[in-house]
C-alpha cells in the first residue's frame, strides 16, 4: 500500500518565522506523499484585537461569530496558508493551499448550538471527506496545505479543530494509503510530568492512555489531541505520533498504538 | 478544440452580497469549463482602514507595503476567495480556490521599484503560467477561483492586478483552449459617453480603440482593461468582452476584436 504522511502544527510553529521556515525543510525532506494541516489560532487572536474584536473563547476553545469568521477565514486561509504555500514553493515543494471549501474536500457539520453556541463551528465527519481529489493531488505530486477552515455545503464557512481536521483527513485516506498522522507541538511529546520535558513516554497505548488519564497524568489541554489519536488509529491509520516540530526530522516524541 | 470561459469580477460584485449571489448563479449557469477571477479593492481597503493601516496610492493603483500586503493576501485568497467557494459549491458548481502561489500557477516578478516603488506588486509573464495544473483540473470538472494575489518563487507573495491576471491566464491557455475571455465590471460596457450607461460600444477593432484613446473618449481607468483586452487578442485569445456583471448570461456589452 502506498504510504502518506499528514502532519499538523501549531500556532507555535506557524508564529515564528524561523521555527516555520526550520519545519518547512524538514517536511520538504519526507519523501513521501505528504499533507500539511495548519492551525494559527495566536495571529487570528492578534489580527482580532488590531480590528477591535475581543476574542471569546469557552474552555479553551474560540467562540466564532460571524465577524470572528471573517477574522480566522482571512487569517488561516489566507495569510498563513498563502505565506506557508509560497516558502513551500520555493524550497521546491510544489504545494496547493486548500480550505475544505475547495473541492468540497471537507465538508462539515454547523455544531449544534445546544449546550453551548460555539458559533460558525464546523464538525468534520470523515466518510464526507472527498478523498478521490486529495488522492489526484498527491498522485500528480502536489503537496497538500490544508487549514482548519471548512464549509457546511449551504453556502457558509466554519471554523473547524485543525486536530480533529488532520485526524479527519487521515481516517479518510486509510482506505486508499497506509497513513503515518504527526502531531507536532510544543512539547518533546506526551510528557509524564509536564514541567520536563525529558519525561517523554515513549509509547501510548489505549490501555495506558485511561490510565493516564484516570491519574490525570495528561493535561487537559493534551485530551483531545490524544482521543483524536486514538480515535484514528481504531479507524484505520496505521501511525499516530506526537512530537516537537522541530524534531520532525528525529525519533523523538510519543508513538500511539492501540495495544502492544 | 475545447472551450473555456474566463471571467473577471471587480469589487463592485464582491462588495454586494445580492449581486455576488445573483452572480454566481448566472456564472455556474455557463455550461463549457470555466474560470473566475476576482478583484475585492474595497473589503481590503475598509480591512486596512479598521486596523488603522491607511490605504496608499499612486494613480489609482494600491501601493503595497508588507503590512498591506497582508491585509490583501487576507482579504482576497482567505476572506472574498473562500466565500465565492463556498457559494458555488451551495448552487453544485465543484469550485477550488487558488492564488499564484498554489500549485506555482501564476508565478510573478516583483515589478522594478524605479520610477516608482510599488512594494509587493508582482506582474505576470503568461509563458510561466502552469496551464497543465489548470487544464487538469478543468478536465476533472473542477472550477478554479483566482484571487490576483501571486508569488515570486522566492518566498514572498505578491499583490497583481486581477484584469492583468485574467488576461495572462487567458493567453496561457489559448495553447490548449479555444478561450472567451470577459471582464466584468459596473456599467453595460465600453461607453462613447461616461455618464450615458446606454451609448455602448458594440463592437471594437484596434483601429478604432487606437481612435478613441486619441479623442480621449474612453476614461483613465478604462484604458488598462482595453489594453490588456487587446494583448490577449494579439496573443491566442479568441474573443473578449467587457460588460455589467448582472448581463453575464444576456448579449449585451462591447465585443473586442483585432479588425473587421
Keep these: 500500500m502506498r504510504e502518506v504522511s499528514i502532519i499538523k502544527i ?3 510553529v506557524v508564529d515564528s518565522p524561523e521555527a516555520l521556515e526550520n519545519f518547512l525543510q524538514k517536511f520538504n525532506n519526507i519523501p513521501s506523499p505528504k499533507i500539511l494541516i495548519h492551525g494559527g489560532g495566536v495571529i ?28 480566522v477565514a482571512m487569517t488561516y486561509a489566507g495569510w498563513v496558508n498563502k505565506s506557508i504555500v509560497a516558502q513551500l514553493q520555493k524550497i521546491g515543494c510544489n504545494a496547493i493551499g486548500l480550505s475544505g471549501a475547495d473541492g468540497n474536500c471537507v465538508p462539515a457539520k454547523r455544531r449544534d448550538p445546544k449546550p453551548i453556541d460555539f ?43 485543525a486536530d480533529t481536521m488532520a485526524s479527519s483527513i487521515a481516517v479518510a485516506l486509510s482506505s486508499l494509503y497506509s497513513v503515518k498522522l504527526i502531531f507536532c507541538f510544543e512539547k518533546n511529546g506526551v510528557l509524564y510530568s509536564a514541567d520536563d520535558d525529558n519525561s517523554v513516554i515513549p509509547t501510548i497505548t489505549e490501555e495506558l492512555f485511561e490510565e493516564l488519564r484516570e491519574k490525570e497524568i495528561v493535561s ?6 490524544l482521543e483524536n489519536s486514538f480515535a484514528a488509529l481504531n479507524n484505520g491509520v496505521e501511525e499516530v505520533i506526537i512530537k516537537k516540530a522541530e524534531n520532525l526530522d528525529i525519533e523523538l516524541g510519543s508513538k500511539l498504538i492501540l495495544k502492544n
Tied chains: 1, 2.
Design 44 to 71: 487570528a487572536s492578534q489580527f482580532s484585537k488590531r480590528m477591535g474584536i475581543e476574542p471569546k473563547m469557552h474552555n479553551g476553545r474560540r467562540i466564532t461569530d460571524f465577524e470572528t469568521l471573517k477574522i
Design 10 to 12: 501549531g500556532g507555535n
Design 220 to 225: 487537559a489541554g493534551m485530551l483531545p489531541k
Design 119 to 161: 458559533g460558525y463551528v464546523g464538525d468534520v465527519e470523515p466518510q464526507k471527506i472527498n478523498k478521490e481529489l486529495i488522492d489526484n493531488l498527491l498522485s500528480n505530486g502536489i503537496t497538500p496545505v490544508f487549514c482548519a477552515i471548512t464549509h457546511d455545503e449551504n453556502g457558509s464557512l466554519l471554523n473547524t479543530n
